[in-house]
């Protein structure tokens, strides 16, 4: 490979991968919240990933690249999420729920996962122009540590783990694991059109307000009790 070659090339691996997370994490929050989210400028590398209390919430993906998105909130961080996000949407604070147990808070928490990971999503689409899918997240409440293994092919599996901060400077903890892998642009190209944070946004709470408090159909629950049952739990 040419000296010119190597000079115009654009790597993107796996931290910028994991940088790209982060925003949507901070982004979406941000924006569903009405509050200000930040995250650590250290990462940790880490061995396996995990499910810890008090919430958990995990998201598989696959395509161009395959990998686990895990989000672990403590009670207080989940809390003032939920909160913040249920007052956003104009819900009086005498109809909320008080506890990070209850399955209010959980399909909350679970729905701002996957408005992240499909903010994740679209920018890989954008970004790298390729494409990934996930699959429903899966949150459930934990009194203690639960270890997952990627159901994924990872021929060299890396993983990381980042602290964040709410603006009450409560902790939840995002850790990715994925296959070690690099994107190298071949040449110039224009990306698509960003999607508007705050539409996305506005349509899920339209969705949420309606879906909220609404029983989970006997297939979700089935399907829930299956997954602990799994996890041996």
Same mark, same amino acid.
């Given at each position: 490979? *040419? ?14 991968? $994991? ?9 979406? %929050? ?6 200000? @989210? !930040? ?11 995990s499910l810890k209390p008090d919430i958990g919430c995990f998201v %598989? ?16 961080? /989940?809390?003032?999420?939920?909160? *913040?996000?249920? @007052?956003?949407?104009?819900? +009086? ?6 506890? !990070?147990?209850?399955?209010?808070? *959980? ?8 408005? =992240? ?14 494409? =990934?899918?996930?699959?429903? +997240? ?15 092919? $990872?021929?060299? +599996? ?12 409560? =902790?939840?903890?995002?850790? $990715? ?12 190209? /224009?990306?698509?059109?960003?999607v508007n944070p705050d539409e996305v946004i506005a349509q899920a709470? /339209? ?8 029983? +989970? ?6 399907? !829930?009790?299956? $997954? ?6």
């Amino acid at each position: 490979m *040419s000296e010119t070659r190597q000079e115009s090339e654009v790597v993107y691996g796996t931290e910028d991968i $994991l940088t790209s997370l982060c925003n949507s994490v901070t982004r979406v %929050l941000s924006v569903a919240t009405q509050s200000r @989210l !930040h995250y650590s400028g250290m990462v940790q590398r880490i061995t396996k990933t995990s499910l810890k209390p008090d919430i958990g919430c995990f998201v %598989l993906f696959d395509g161009g690249f395959s990998g686990l998105v895990v989000l672990n909130f403590s009670a207080a961080a /989940a809390m003032e999420i939920y909160e *913040s996000y249920m @007052l956003t949407m104009g819900m +009086p604070k005498s109809a909320l729920s008080h506890s !990070h147990t209850s399955d209010e808070v *959980s399909n909350i928490m679970g729905e701002l996962m996957n408005q =992240i990971v499909g903010d994740f999503t679209g920018k890989v689409r954008r970004e790298l122009q390729t494409n =990934i899918t996930q699959n429903q +997240p899966k949150m459930l409440v934990l009194n203690k540590q639960v270890v997952l293994s990627v159901d994924a092919q $990872l021929d060299q +599996p890396e993983v990381r783990r980042v602290t964040f901060y709410t603006a009450k400077s409560n =902790i939840f903890y995002l850790e $990715l694991a994925i296959d070690r892998t690099e994107f190298i642009r071949l040449g110039n190209f /224009a990306a698509e059109e960003e999607v508007n944070p705050d539409e996305v946004i506005a349509q899920a709470q /339209a969705q949420t307000q309606t879906s909220a408090t609404a029983t +989970p159909p006997k297939a979700e629950q089935d399907d !829930h009790e299956a $997954l602990l049952k799994s996890l041996g739990m």
